[in-house]
């Protein structure tokens, strides 16, 4: 593991650079003792947290930029997603299942990043932008393993 570790990526906010967001973020995880399906994890958090400032930060607005910076703290990853968009009105209701202010849109992108990370802040001012931070330990460092997961156990048991 490369402790202390860290990357920077400014992309603009295009859907089609979702893909190197998710596949930045998934390669940097991989220094870290996670499982594939903790990659996969970081990658649908990462696509999600993206997609929300794609989709929602610079609508009406001219072509914006999404920062995505990484680091490796404690044994842990941590993602931080921001733009320099409109901002949430009120994150508490934003960070509700189903809440959408897009009836095409189902409303699941926080759930979805709640749901694959340990640690989800999200920090939102109007008309500056929002930055989403999330943070994860692989499921070995936190002593927990997932049915099926041979981590932590020996065959000589």
């Known amino acids: 593991m490369s402790e202390g570790n860290r990357f920077r990526l400014e992309i603009l906010a295009r859907p089609e650079n979702v893909g190197i ?3 930045t973020a998934a390669s940097f995880a991989a220094q870290i003792d996670f499982t594939l399906s903790e990659i996969e994890e970081v990658k649908v958090a990462v696509s999600e947290a993206v997609s929300n400032s794609v989709i929602h930060a610079y609508a009406g607005r001219a072509e914006g930029v999404v920062v995505l910076e990484g680091h490796i703290e404690n044994g842990g990853l941590i993602i931080s997603v921001e733009d320099f968009g409109k901002g949430i009105e009120d994150v508490a209701l934003a960070r509700q299942p189903s809440f959408t202010t897009d009836p095409e849109r189902m409303g699941l992108g926080f759930s979805f990043m709640e749901a694959f990370v340990d640690e989800l802040e999200v920090r939102s001012q109007k008309d500056k932008g929002t930055k989403i931070i999330m943070r994860k330990k ?12 041979d981590r ?3 065959e000589d048991d």
Do not use: F, W
């Open 21 to 23: 967001a998710r596949l």
């Open 152 to 154: 932590g156990t020996r």
């Open 138 to 149: 692989p499921e070995a460092a936190r002593g927990q393993c997932r049915p099926g997961d």
